[in-house]
């Protein structure tokens, strides 16, 4: 069974919240800027005025994608304090150099631009999130908005 005493050196660290940011290996900014420019490239294409007798349906994965990118944005921000922040989608080398050569953000900063990002969306009846065989696989934005 997996517990922290059998637990590799790294995950200990992060259990106990003392680790070092430049070598555990869990805890790789690109990871989490790999997940945000997903994000980014589907909210820069994704039609949300689609609609089918009224109803707009790709609106709940709109808001879960909105809701993913702000959690993974949410991790850099806690861990590393002043972070390259960006939302357009970086598909060439150039562009993301660009991005993370930019003055970063402030924890505050982000955590601001974050809230007044999906606070409109923070109404589970209005936008709930998409679930497959009944299981939840998004964050929701009012637990977001929470730990914010």
């Known amino acids: 069974t997996l517990n922290e005493a059998n637990a590799v050196i790294d995950v200990q660290e992060l259990s106990r919240s003392e680790f070092n940011l430049e070598t555990n290996k869990y805890l790789d900014p690109k990871d989490y800027y790999t997940v945000?420019?997903?994000?980014?490239?589907?909210?820069?294409?994704?039609?949300?005025?689609?609609?089918?007798?009224?109803?707009?349906?790709?609106?709940?994965?709109?808001?879960?994608?909105?809701?993913?990118?702000?959690?993974?944005?949410?991790?850099?921000?806690?861990?590393?304090?002043?972070?390259?922040?960006?939302?357009?989608?970086?598909?060439?080398?150039?562009?993301?150099?660009?991005?993370?050569?930019?003055?970063?953000?402030?924890?505050?900063?982000?955590?601001?631009?974050?809230i007044a990002d999906i606070l409109p969306y923070e109404n589970p009846k209005s936008f709930p999130m998409p679930a497959w065989a009944n299981a939840r696989m998004f964050p929701s934005v009012r637990m977001l908005l929470g730990e914010m």
Request: hydrophobic share 45%; with cysteine.
């Open 36 to 114: 945000v420019n997903n994000c980014n490239i589907f909210l820069a294409r994704v039609d949300t005025t689609l609609n089918k007798n009224g109803v707009y349906y790709m609106m709940n994965e709109y808001v879960a994608v909105k809701s993913i990118r702000a959690w993974a944005y949410l991790q850099l921000a806690i861990n590393y304090n002043e972070i390259p922040f960006f939302t357009v989608p970086v598909t060439k080398h150039s562009v993301a150099d660009e991005m993370m050569n930019r003055p970063k953000m402030s924890r505050d900063e982000v955590l601001d631009y974050l």
